[in-house]
C-alpha cells in the first residue's frame, strides 16, 4: 500500500482553490507526509499584447514575479490554515494540466489534490478542463475537492464516512485498500458499494429466453458474497458494511454519498474500458456531480 508522503496541491490562487489547499494540508499531516503547494503561471516573461486592431498600439504586460506568486501562495496556505511544516511553494511557467503532471512525476508525488473548478466557473456539471486532464494522466491517485465542500481549515477536516464503490476492477481493489488505510487512520466507517447495472431500469424484450427476476438475483447473490470476503479479510472490525443496490453506477453513488458520507474512494478505471486515457465513465461523472471529495484511483 502506497502512502500519501509526498501531496501536491496545485492551486489557482482562487478563493475555491483555497479549499483544496486545505485538505491537501490535513491528508499531509494525516500521513505525516510533505505537502508541495504549486501554482502555475502561462509566463514570467514581458508579453506584447495588441489592444484591438491589427494597426494599434502595442502594449507591454509584465506578469507577476516570481517572488509575488510565492508571496500570494505564502498568503494561500495562511488563509487555508495548512499547516507551515514540511510545505514546499513552488511556481512554475507552462500550460496548466501537463505542468502539473510534470511536476508530479518529478517530485514522485503520490497523491494531487486539486478543485474540481477553478476561475472559470461554478457549474456542478461542468468538470474544469484542467482538472479533467490531470484525472487523465496524473502518474499518481487524485483526490477532486468540489466547489461546495465544507471550507474549514486541516484541524476540522474530519473523515468520519467513507464510501467505497467496488465493482472488483483492478482499480476497484486498489481504492479499496486506500479507503480501509484511510479508515483505520482517521477511525471512519466505511460503506463498500456494488452497483448491479445490468438490466436496471427496464425488463428486456420478449425474445429475452431467461428469466430476469432470477438472474438479477443470482448476481445479487453472487455480489453480496464477494462483498462479504472481501471486507472479513480486510476489515476484522464492525465499522465497514457492504451494501448492493440495482441501478445507474454513478447515479446511486451520489445519492447514497449525500447521507452523509465525507468521502468517496473509487477506482478511476472499472470494467467498462481499461485504456487509462480513456478516463473511466463513471468516475468522471460521480466527480462531476459529487457533494463531497472524491479520491480516484488507477489501477496497477
Given at each position: 500500500m502506497?502512502?500519501?508522503k509526498q501531496v501536491l496541491c496545485p492551486i489557482d490562487l482562487s478563493e475555491l482553490s483555497i479549499r483544496s489547499l486545505a485538505y491537501a494540508g490535513a491528508i499531509a499531516k494525516l500521513y505525516d507526509g510533505e505537502l508541495t503547494a504549486l501554482h502555475v503561471v502561462p509566463t514570467f516573461e514581458p508579453m506584447e499584447v495588441r489592444a484591438g486592431a491589427l494597426y494599434d498600439p502595442v502594449r507591454i504586460v509584465y506578469p507577476m514575479s516570481r517572488e509575488e506568486v510565492l508571496e500570494r501562495l505564502r498568503q494561500a496556505l495562511e488563509a487555508a490554515g495548512a499547516p507551515t511544516a514540511h510545505v514546499t511553494l513552488v511556481t512554475e511557467a507552462g500550460a496548466d494540466a501537463a505542468t502539473i503532471v510534470d511536476q508530479a512525476v518529478t517530485r514522485r508525488s503520490d497523491l494531487v489534490v486539486m478543485g474540481t473548478h477553478g476561475r472559470s466557473g461554478f457549474n456542478r456539471l461542468l468538470l474544469g478542463s484542467v482538472t479533467e486532464k490531470v484525472l487523465r494522466t496524473s502518474p499518481c491517485p487524485v483526490?477532486?475537492?468540489?466547489?461546495?465542500?465544507?471550507?474549514?481549515?486541516?484541524?476540522?477536516?474530519?473523515?468520519?464516512?467513507i464510501l467505497c464503490p467496488i465493482d472488483f476492477s483492478s482499480a476497484a481493489l486498489q481504492a479499496f485498500?486506500?479507503?480501509?488505510?484511510?479508515?483505520?487512520?482517521?477511525?471512519a466507517s466505511v460503506t463498500v458499494l456494488c452497483v448491479i447495472e445490468w438490466l436496471p431500469e427496464e425488463e428486456p424484450r420478449a425474445l429475452a429466453h431467461f428469466n430476469v427476476p432470477e438472474y438479477r438475483q443470482y448476481l445479487t447473490l453472487n455480489a453480496r458474497e464477494r462483498l462479504e470476503a472481501l471486507i472479513?479479510?480486510?476489515?476484522?472490525?464492525?465499522?465497514?458494511?457492504?451494501?448492493?443496490?440495482?441501478?445507474?453506477?454513478h447515479r446511486e453513488i451520489v445519492r447514497v454519498a449525500g447521507t452523509g458520507v465525507d468521502l468517496i474512494v473509487m477506482?478511476?478505471?472499472?470494467?467498462?474500458?481499461?485504456?487509462?486515457?480513456?478516463?473511466?465513465?463513471?468516475?468522471q461523472q460521480v466527480v462531476r456531480a459529487a457533494p463531497c471529495p472524491v479520491l480516484s484511483v488507477h489501477g496497477a
Open positions: 502506497v502512502e500519501f483526490l477532486t475537492v468540489p466547489p461546495h465542500a465544507p471550507a474549514a481549515p486541516p484541524s476540522d477536516v474530519a473523515i468520519r464516512r485498500g486506500f479507503a480501509m488505510d484511510l479508515a483505520r487512520r482517521t477511525n472479513a479479510q480486510e476489515s476484522p472490525r464492525g465499522a465497514t458494511e457492504g451494501t448492493v443496490v440495482i441501478g445507474r453506477a477506482g478511476a478505471q472499472g470494467r467498462g474500458g481499461h485504456v487509462r486515457p480513456a478516463f473511466g465513465s463513471t468516475t
